[in-house]
């Protein structure tokens, strides 16, 4: 149980572009969702946190306009990179909570690479 | 606020070999600690975990880590390795309370030499 999936895992995109990645709780209602960003040879960096139904509480430093985080159901959460750029490039990882649990179940993850 | 220290990046040892990848935190509240591995170009999957009780925890497949709180580390040990336990290994805590966020260490890279 308590499994995540992502979508893609690997992306390639033209800088200036856009691209989605979805996180989905495959069997299990997530009430909380969180994003993280790890460049190579480097730990997680939390960039957001995504309840259900309410707006996307961003950590210090990250760009919300960039960066665009939308939870509209209890098993998905979308990051949206907008106008990537090169040093956007990275590996995004999501991870689910099941209620008010401490434990959290991470995505495989999504490598973008901005060309 | 929480912290992890994970002092080795990297960490080579042989196959069949022991092995300690160290972790330290500090935190100034109570917390919950973890050890997770991340295999080449994969998210994280949950090792072990100590919430309260004994402070030695176990893993499925061999591993073990003990907490200890005097000196504020969870230090995860394995008495014999192997080929497959080559993997990224990170230390994180979250607090018992509150926004329970995940702060992870810097990782440990294990590397089993056959």
């Known amino acids: 149980g308590a499994v995540v999936s992502q979508h893609p895992s690997r992306v390639i995109c033209k800088s200036g572009t856009s691209v989605k990645i979805e996180c989905r709780s495959l069997?299990?209602?997530?009430?909380?969702m969180f994003w993280y960003r790890q460049f190579p040879k480097q730990s997680l960096m939390l960039m957001a946190t995504?309840?259900?139904?309410?707006?996307?509480?961003?950590e210090q430093g990250v760009e919300k306009d960039k960066f665009l985080i939308n939870h509209a159901s209890l098993t998905l959460s979308t990051l949206t990179v907008t106008s990537a750029h090169p040093e956007d490039s990275s590996f995004y990882i999501c991870?689910?909570?099941?209620?008010?649990?401490?434990?959290?179940?991470f995505g495989p993850g999504t490598r973008l690479t901005v060309t | 606020a929480q912290s992890v220290t994970q002092l080795d990046s990297q960490v080579p040892v042989f196959e069949e070999a022991p092995v300690e990848l160290r972790c330290n935190y500090s935190?100034?509240?109570?917390?919950?600690l973890f050890w997770y591995v991340q295999y080449p170009n994969q998210g994280l999957q949950l090792l072990l975990k100590?919430?309260?009780?004994?402070?030695l925890v176990e893993s499925i497949n061999g591993f073990e880590a003990e907490f200890n709180k005097s000196q504020t580390s969870f230090h995860l040990r394995k008495p014999s390795v192997h080929i497959s336990d080559t993997a990224e290994y990170f230390c994180?805590?979250?607090?018992?309370?509150?926004?329970?966020?995940?702060?992870f260490g810097t990782g440990t890279k294990l590397q089993v030499i056959p």
């Open positions: 991870s689910a909570r099941l209620g008010s649990g401490y434990e959290q179940y």
């Open positions: 069997d299990f209602q997530a009430t909380t």
């Open positions: 995504s309840n259900e139904g309410s707006k996307a509480t961003y």
């Open positions: 100590y919430l309260s009780g004994s402070t």
């Open positions: 935190s100034s509240v109570s917390v919950y």
């Open positions: 994180a805590v979250t607090a018992l309370r509150g926004y329970q966020k995940v702060t």
